[in-house]
């Protein structure tokens, strides 16, 4: 078993910026890939960014391309998603979530997944 729990969200202004972290406990964390999803209300669960085992690779949705970051550190078993120039449309919660494997198109699913966070809510004003 692998927990998750995500700090960092909040409510922030358009243009602004948050990083979210996830911490991760249990089971040795290096080995899965990490993933960041977000779901607004009334709407699915969906893709965020992605960062394979090793932060060598790292996959992104195309509405946050250029503006997030994600990044991990294994020694302190956390991934973190740098949010800057954010838009009252990012308004979500935000779920991290471990899996594993190696499946560059499965990355951007959420059956990838096996372990899910809470989620931190994220909420941009206009």
């Known amino acids: 078993q692998v927990q998750l729990v995500e700090s960092g969200g909040g409510l922030v202004q358009a243009g602004g910026s948050l990083r979210l972290s996830c911490a991760a406990s249990g089971r040795t964390f290096s080995p899965y890939a990490m993933g960041w999803f977000r779901q607004a209300p009334g709407k699915e669960r969906e893709f965020v960014a992605a960062?394979?085992?090793?932060?060598?690779?790292?996959y992104y949705a195309d509405s946050v391309k250029g503006r997030f970051t994600i990044s991990r550190d294994n020694a302190k078993n956390t991934v973190y998603l740098q949010m800057n120039s954010l838009k009252p449309e990012d308004t979500a919660v935000y779920y991290c979530?471990?899996?594993?494997?190696?499946?560059?198109?499965?990355?951007?699913?959420?059956?990838?997944?096996?372990?899910w966070g809470q989620g931190t809510q994220v909420t941009v004003s206009s």
């Open positions: 979530a471990a899996g594993s494997g190696y499946s560059p198109f499965g990355y951007y699913r959420t059956p990838f997944y096996n372990y």
């Open positions: 960062i394979n085992w090793s932060g060598g690779s790292v």
